[in-house]
């Protein structure tokens, strides 16, 4: 079961981590496969909008917050936002049917996630 929110957005909205440039790169890449399908914001500035988000896991990865209430993290957050992009909706397909892809999908994510820092020094 997933997390929920009891004011959902109209449309999906992705929120990062506005204080890390590599994660500002990341959405921005995204935003560019899903176009106007999805919004989105720094975590930061929504602190507010979806108080039943602690901001402790906001600041490790990134989350989806879909329309019907639903919210994803990490990596199944970028493939469910990847659903709306006509060419790349088969990622989401094949991350939800394979158990193994998935695990390393999370995996690939956490490792990432953990030196974003110091991946946006080198980058």
């Known amino acids: 079961m997933h997390a929920r929110v009891q004011s959902p957005p109209l449309k999906p909205t992705l929120l990062w981590d506005g204080d890390c440039g590599f994660c500002g790169r990341s959405a921005w890449r995204l935003e560019r496969r899903t176009g106007e399908s999805v919004d989105y ?64 999908s999370e995996w690939g994510y956490r490792r990432v996630a953990n030196n974003r820092y110091l991946i946006s020094k080198v980058l």
């Open 41 to 104: 914001a720094p975590y930061q500035t929504m602190l507010a909008r979806f108080p039943e988000i602690p901001e402790s896991a906001l600041e490790h990865a990134v989350h989806l917050v879909e329309s019907d209430g639903a919210v994803y993290h990490s990596a199944q957050a970028i493939f469910r936002a990847l659903m709306y992009a006509p060419r790349w909706s088969w990622a989401n397909r094949f991350y939800e049917r394979s158990q193994i892809f998935a695990a390393l």
